[in-house]
């Protein structure tokens, strides 16, 4: 199910600090490059499309969740006409340290997988604009323009898109873990959350993303150790109010990253 609608997709920008220097070495075209992947049409009736990012040597751009220090790709398709919503299908990212803080995000070459809902006209063309953060020893805003017209029903998988679909973070299941276990506290400013877990080791500097989707509450970065199988990080979630409140446990969703890959784990289970 689409559960994210064209319209609502938007996301806040913070494009201060001296990370956000001016950058003269290279152009924007020499750094980053975007094009629309026209995908195939599902046996649902969606369209998959995707968007390629290719980054020059040394650069990084950001997942959904970046961390303090990044900023999340930002898609607008304000003008495209034939879809009725969108929801991005992100590939497992990796852990970086830039300018000593933590990002999560990507280098190389990634692609976004888009699943699109196809309204009734079944014709999609798109128009709009992707902004992203790339980040060297310095860290750049950039907004580039896409337009495509996508194939309709009988193209044929394109096997890029098809990979990145695969590359997937693990569910619990696939990757032998337990349930999130949660204990939630009330802090002076929010809510604090201690997860424990038990998981097999994902490789070399692991990490844990603590995600809640509500518009403004910021989610500190999580402190996380591992002794054997187990699991162990708490976080702080604050409101724009800074003021405890009731939170879903069920709506919380944990990722770890390792040097072996992520695994996404949706709700507490306690």
């Known amino acids: 199910m689409i559960r994210q609608s064209l319209l609502s997709f938007t996301a806040a920008l913070a494009l201060s ?15 980053v490059s975007v094009r629309m992947l026209e995908g195939w049409r599902l046996e649902n009736g969606h369209h998959m499309a995707a968007l390629e990012i290719t980054l020059a040597d040394g650069w990084k751009t950001y997942w959904r969740a970046p961390g303090e220090s990044g900023i999340p790709p930002v898609l607008s398709f304000s003008g495209a006409s034939g879809i009725d919503g969108m929801a991005i299908h992100w590939p497992a990212p990796q852990v ?15 692609i976004l997988p888009l699943e699109l809902l196809v309204d009734e006209t079944g014709e999609i063309q798109m128009d709009g604009e992707v902004e992203l953060g790339v980040c060297q020893d310095v860290c750049v805003p950039v907004t580039i323009d896409l337009e495509a017209l996508l194939p309709p029903a009988g193209a044929r998988p394109d096997p890029q898109i098809v990979a990145a679909l695969s590359d997937r973070p693990m569910t619990a299941h696939e990757a032998g873990a337990s349930s999130a276990q949660c204990a939630i506290a009330p802090i002076s400013d929010g809510m604090r959350v201690e997860v424990t877990l038990e998981m097999p080791p994902l490789g070399q500097a692991e990490a844990m993303v603590v995600e809640f989707p509500m518009p403004g509450v910021w989610v500190s970065e999580a402190e996380m150790t591992r002794d054997g199988a187990r699991i162990t990080a708490s976080a702080d979630i604050v409101p724009p109010n800074s003021r405890p409140f009731a939170l879903d ?17 949706q709700g507490c289970s306690g």
């Open 17 to 31: 600090g001296p990370a956000f220097a001016e950058w003269q070495t290279q152009s924007q075209d020499e750094i």
């Open 96 to 110: 970086f340290t830039i300018n000593g803080m933590r990002s999560i995000g990507y280098d190389g070459r990634v």
């Open 249 to 265: 446990r069920s709506s919380l969703r944990f990722t770890v990253i390792g040097s072996q890959g992520a695994v996404e784990l």
